[in-house]
């Protein structure tokens, strides 16, 4: 599969996520419906500032921005990094402060998996009374406590319910 189609199936495909239909997104993104059509066929090759313009009015996530990018054969435009890294003080600052402002109350920040990374004093005197101390360095995924039979579910009454929220709010 060239570069040219796997951009297009990639577009394709998140406008029929999208429900749209070629000419809503033409006119969404201020292109003619025949210029779309022609990228969809990979009949025409996207410029960079074209997918970055799709991709703006799919309103699809950064990561699938930069994944259009390397489909059409451009180098990616956003960076992820870890919430360890030295570019992100004032972030953790930011959500150290608002997790305190929570207190007693718990509160944690996850990440796109639900692994938690960080968490007040609240949520980690709740989570040591319901499964125990945890290690410093231990890993915790708050979807797999909430949908795992062992950890969460024997203290949920009503654990079924609380499971369908979940599922259909992520």
């Known amino acids: 599969m060239t570069r040219e189609h796997g951009f297009a199936a990639r ?29 969809e066929l990979g009949r025409a090759a ?13 309103d699809i996530p950064l990561r699938q921005h930069n994944a ?14 870890d919430l360890g890294a030295p570019d992100l003080a004032e972030v ?21 998996h639900w692994n938690l990374l960080k968490a007040n004093d609240g949520a980690v005197r709740l989570v040591e009374f319901l499964v125990g101390p945890l290690a410093p360095d231990a890993k915790v995924n708050l979807a797999d406590a909430l949908v795992g039979p062992d950890v969460l579910r024997p203290f949920l009454l009503n654990w079924a319910d609380v499971v369908g929220y979940f599922i259909r709010s992520v």
């Open 11 to 39: 577009l394709r495909e998140w406008r029929q996520r999208r429900g749209w239909s070629q000419l809503d997104l033409a006119g969404r993104a201020d292109i003619s419906q025949r210029h779309l059509s022609f990228l």
């Open 46 to 58: 996207p410029s960079r500032d074209m997918v970055l313009r799709l991709a703006a009015t799919l």
């Open 68 to 81: 259009l990018l390397l489909a059409a054969g451009f180098a990616p435009v956003w960076q992820e990094s």
């Open 92 to 112: 953790r600052h930011a959500l150290d402060y608002i997790l305190a402002q929570q207190e007693p109350f718990p509160a944690v920040a996850v990440d796109r």
